[in-house]
């Protein structure tokens, strides 16, 4: 079941954008660096997709966590997304979701 839900994940991500608002304001024109890390399991190191992105105008620097049911921690997974929304313990089949977006500073998604 686990397999299914990773394969998943782009839809999961589809849907933030569609429920997102959009960093496309002056304000927020500034290039940011993002950490990126596609697949991090608790208490492990970065095993998939590690390295730096860059968030373009539209674009925020994200982390999201993917918990079980019981609230312990899954999934994590950063990098950067257009239209980011941050949304707390959304339900995803029999997982909870909390996805955090930053355009503060450089790898501002390290501490979210």
């Known amino acids: 079941m686990g397999k299914c839900?990773?394969?998943g994940l782009p839809i999961l991500l589809h849907c933030f954008?569609?429920?997102s608002g959009s960093f496309a304001d002056k304000e927020h024109a500034k290039?940011?660096?993002?950490?990126m890390c596609h697949l991090q399991f608790p208490g492990e190191e970065?095993?998939?997709g590690r390295g730096i992105?860059?968030?373009?105008?539209?674009?925020a620097c994200t982390t999201g966590r993917?918990?079980?049911?019981?609230?312990?921690?899954?999934?994590?997974?950063?990098g950067c997304l257009k239209n980011c929304a941050n949304?707390?313990?959304?339900?995803?089949?029999?997982y909870l979701v909390d996805f955090r977006?930053?355009?503060g500073s450089d790898l501002c998604n390290e501490d979210l």
């Not at 949304?87 to 029999?94: C, G, L, M, P």
């Open 46 to 48: 970065c095993s998939r």
């Open 66 to 78: 993917i918990f079980k049911n019981d609230g312990t921690p899954w999934l994590t997974f950063m």
């Open 31 to 35: 290039i940011v660096q993002c950490r």
């Open 17 to 19: 954008r569609a429920l």
């Open 5 to 7: 839900l990773l394969l």
């Open 53 to 59: 992105c860059a968030a373009a105008k539209e674009e």
């Open 101 to 103: 977006c930053c355009r």
């Open 87 to 94: 949304v707390n313990r959304i339900k995803w089949s029999a």
